[in-house]
């Protein structure tokens, strides 16, 4: 994340310890760590958090065009039973009444 190299560290901890004094430096070193680690689980949660709503939106769309798949398949079915019963009843024989039967 920061590119700090050895003379910069070392320059810094200098000026620290000039101005926090040799008795104070610890203590402010671990607060400062202890806010740093603080820092890190926040971010790591806000990452966590993204990625699951992420996550949770892909799978939404998966859901839709699933079930937008679902009712097409549906249509298709429909459709290919709607052309069988067409061809059914074009092939079944269709009788005529005859004019010799009629009842008189």
Known sequence: MFDVGFSELLMTTLVALIVIG???LPKAA???????GRINRTVSAIKSEISQELHAEEMRQLMQENSIAQDVQQL????NQAVLEAEQALKAPTTEPDANDTVA
């Open 22 to 24: 040799p008795q104070k």
């Open 30 to 36: 671990r607060m400062a760590g202890l806010w740093v």
């Open 76 to 79: 298709v079915d429909q459709t």
